[in-house]
T-cell receptor, first 113, second 111 residues
Framework: KQEVTQIPAALSVPEGENLVLNCSFT??????LQWFRQDPGKGLTSLLL?????REQTSGRLNASLDKSSGRSTLYIAASQPGDSATYLC????????????FGRGTQLTVWP | DGGITQSPKYLFRKEGQNVTLSCEQN?????MYWYRQDPGQGLRLIYY???????QKGDIAEGYSVSREKKESFPLTVTSAQKNPTAFYLC??????????FGEGSRLTVL
């Protein structure tokens, strides 16, 4: 069974800092990895999808990297803003198009002005 | 606009009642999923369906039932057999092997 761990569980930073959120997984036979954002009481919003053959994906101030061999992904947020405050979750899809996803418990990020 | 619609957003149920949560998508996605989210527990998979008229149990299927009669619809019934149904329920869909998209969720409270 795939285990997904996110560290830290919570993070509080001042506005403007660059920060890194970590995601680790136990089984390297993944199909893809996806990062999500969740605001309180809302559904999840997809941020970035990295296929197993890719090393990184970028969208605006977000950059996600994937190292399958070490079972790790990082989400880098540049120049953080208060609007970035949310819970960030990563999910790993097992080794085929029909594989199910396994979620981490998330990192709760607070960016203060 | 394309997306996933969950209804109702809030639902109250008396003990012993069955309730059905609706999930509709107009993204033409093959796969649909139901997750349950509890504080401190993360997302747990209830049921998923890769194709019409077929679905599989997830990690916590007991006390729940689903159907997939149409590609765009995947309703979830919370039965009276579910011992602790108060939770936030999330529906999601994806193209085969592709990016997962979520609805806004339904919050069920048992009185």
């Amino acid at each position: 069974k795939q285990e997904v761990t996110q560290i830290p569980a919570a993070l509080s930073v001042p506005e403007g800092e660059n920060l890194v959120l970590n995601c680790s997984f136990t089984d390297s036979a993944i199909y893809n990895l996806q990062w999500f954002r969740q605001d309180p009481g809302k559904g999840l919003t997809s941020l970035l999808l990295i296929q197993s053959s890719q090393r990184e994906q970028t969208s605006g101030r977000l950059n996600a990297s994937l190292d399958k061999s070490s079972g790790r992904s990082t989400l880098y947020i540049a120049a953080s803003q208060p609007g970035d405050s949310a819970t960030y979750l990563c999910a790993v899809k097992r080794g085929s198009t029909l594989g199910r996803l396994y979620f981490g418990r998330g990192t709760q990020l607070t960016v203060w002005p | 606009d394309g997306g996933i619609t969950q209804s109702p957003k809030y639902l109250f149920r008396k003990e012993g009642q069955n309730v059905t949560l609706s999930c509709e998508q107009n993204l033409n996605h093959d796969a649909m999923y139901w997750y349950r989210q509890d504080p401190g527990q993360g997302l747990r998979l209830i049921y998923y369906s890769q194709i019409v008229n077929d679905f599989q149990k997830g990690d916590i299927a007991e006390g729940y039932s689903v159907s997939r009669e149409k590609k765009e619809s995947f309703p979830l019934t919370v039965t009276s057999a579910q011992k602790n149904p108060t939770a936030f329920y999330l529906c999601a869909s994806s193209p085969s092997g592709g990016e997962l998209f979520f609805g806004e969720g339904s919050r069920l409270t048992v009185l």
